[in-house]
Each structure stands twice: as C-alpha cells, then as structure tokens.
C-alpha cells in the first residue's frame, strides 16, 4: 500500500483534473477555486494523483499546484481567539470556506484567513485538508 500523503493546493482558478497522468486524458474536473486543498496520493513524473474534499480522484499536472497547506471546512464553523471552546469566537465561517493552514494539535488547528486578517482556531473535526490527517 502507498503510504506517501501529503497535501498541496490548486495554484490557479481554473485547474483541470484529469483521467490519467497526462494532457491526453480526459478532464473529469475543472476548479475554479485557488486554494483548493487536494490529498496526494500518488506521484508519476510531472503528475501528482489527488484526491478532493468531495472523495473525487484524478490526475493533476504538479504546475498547477501549490505547496501553500490549506483546508475547507465541511460545515458552518467558528474561530476561536485560543484553542479551547471557553474563549473568544473572532469570525463565524461558512460551510466550503477555505483557509490557511499553520498546523494541527489534539483537536485544534490553527489557522488564518489574510482576507480577512483573522488568525486563530478551529476544531479538527469540521475541516478537511492538510495537517488534519484521518489517519488516528
């Protein structure tokens, strides 16, 4: 079994994923968000296999990815100032919103929005993406 995981994300808005490892498969996908958060699962030359939020998997050519880490959220969600359920919500987010990334500790990821300038954190359990391995 291949073990190797990592996560990256799209580079640009307009980002096909294909059939195969190659611009001569069909594209079964095309995101229109950058910032994507998007598991790897296999390399093969220039082409990464990916899997997306939505448990989709296809090719992508590795220019069109970014090894900035983010996640998206799989429901309405809050941050938090610190990492307990006792101090300050500073934003409230909506469901298929992306952010960046810092990393993960117990249940809590941090994480920052430079959109809108927040830096703070978020229970694992209602994001997806890098950091936030399912693996237990």
Same mark, same amino acid.
């Given at each position: +079994?291949?073990?190797? @995981?990592?996560? +990256?994300?799209? !580079?640009?808005?307009?980002? #096909?994923?294909?059939?195969?490892?190659?611009?001569?498969?069909? @594209? /079964?996908?095309?995101?229109?968000?950058?910032?994507?958060?998007?598991?790897?699962?296999?390399?093969?030359?220039?082409?990464?296999?990916?899997?997306?939020?939505?448990?989709?998997?296809?090719?992508?050519?590795?220019?069109?990815?970014?090894?900035?880490?983010? /996640? /998206? =959220?799989? !429901?309405?969600?809050?941050?938090? !100032?610190?990492?307990?359920?006792?101090?300050?919500? /500073?934003?409230?987010?909506? +469901? #298929?919103? @992306?952010?960046?990334?810092?990393?993960?500790? #117990?249940?809590?990821?941090?994480?920052?929005?430079?959109?809108?300038?927040? @830096?703070? =954190?978020?229970? !694992?359990?209602?994001?997806?993406?890098? =950091?936030?391995?399912?693996?237990?």
């Amino acid at each position: +079994k291949n073990s190797y @995981i990592d996560y +990256k994300s799209t !580079k640009k808005n307009n980002a #096909n994923m294909r059939l195969g490892p190659g611009k001569r498969y069909e @594209i /079964i996908w095309n995101f229109t968000k950058a910032n994507l958060p998007v598991k790897i699962i296999k390399k093969f030359d220039l082409w990464y296999k990916v899997e997306t939020p939505d448990g989709s998997i296809g090719w992508m050519k590795g220019s069109l990815l970014a090894k900035q880490k983010t /996640i /998206i =959220f799989k !429901k309405n969600d809050k941050i938090y !100032k610190n990492n307990n359920l006792g101090s300050n919500i /500073i934003a409230h987010v909506d +469901k #298929n919103s @992306i952010l960046k990334i810092h990393y993960c500790k #117990n249940q809590w990821c941090k994480v920052e929005s430079n959109k809108y300038r927040i @830096i703070g =954190f978020v229970q !694992k359990n209602n994001i997806w993406g890098a =950091f936030v391995s399912s693996s237990k």
